[in-house]
């Protein structure tokens, strides 16, 4: 699995299904505790920007990404 993926779990884990604390997002994202800090922090960082919601969202990063004409 790779970034973008463990990141969008990450994201729909906390942010959809409104689970707060890293020990039971690790267990619901069968991911590690370090994993899901470092994820989140990225996630955090990241939402400085209004609409970098849309950026977690696998419709929205495809929306954004750019495809060679």
Not at 19 to 37: G, P
Request: with cysteine; glycine share 2%; aromatic share 8%.
């Amino acid at each position: 699995m790779g970034l973008r993926q463990r990141c969008q779990k990450v994201y729909q884990t906390t942010r959809l299904h409104r689970i707060k604390s890293l020990r039971a997002v690790a267990k619901a994202t069968n991911l590690s505790k370090s994993s899901v800090h470092r994820l989140s922090q990225r996630i955090k960082h990241r939402h400085l920007e209004p609409e970098s919601d849309l950026w977690e969202t696998p419709e929205g990063f495809e929306w954004l990404r750019l495809e060679p004409y």
